[in-house]
């Protein structure tokens, strides 16, 4: 789980057309996009059980959690301006192959794409703890009791 990448084999960013790597810069522009709408989600969970939160250690461990939640959603912005510009450069090679160094620029598309692995990783590693803050704070006894309390 260590590779994320999305190119379809080895040598593709070098034998590929302007069209195909358009293709799969499509391709991560929109998942990028959904990447960014589950950020939004994720931070709805943490902003709704923080509210339950009584002792400092847990604020402090959600609050951990929401600084790099936020990092990685800085992280997704950029990447989705870098996408949106490579995209734009991408359509400028296929009308006119020789607008940009052939060599330089795939450099910089596989530069994008490790960037994007990174960011997966990121991504991942940040939703899982999320997921693994809020299903201790259902399942405390001490939510349940605020709950509780709150409905009387």
Request: charged letters at 35%; glycine letters at 2%; proline letters at 1%.
């Amino acid at each position: 789980m260590s590779d994320f990448r999305n190119r379809p084999k080895d040598n593709f960013i070098h034998e590929a057309t302007w069209e195909q790597l358009y293709v799969l810069t499509e391709h991560w522009k929109s998942d990028i996009e959904f990447y960014k709408q589950d950020l939004k989600f994720l931070h709805h969970l943490i902003d709704k059980y923080f509210l339950y939160l009584t002792k400092k250690e847990n604020i402090d461990v959600i609050l951990e959690v929401e600084v790099s939640l936020l990092e990685v959603e800085k992280q997704c912005s950029i990447l989705l301006q870098r996408i949106d510009k490579h995209l734009h450069h991408l359509s400028a090679l296929v009308e006119d192959p020789f607008t940009y160094v052939s060599d330089k620029f795939r450099e910089e598309h596989e530069q994008l794409e490790d960037d994007l692995s990174q960011f997966l990783k990121d991504f991942r590693k940040n939703r899982k703890e999320v997921f693994s803050i809020t299903e201790h704070m259902m399942g405390g006894e001490e939510l349940i009791k605020q709950l509780n309390v709150l409905h009387k």
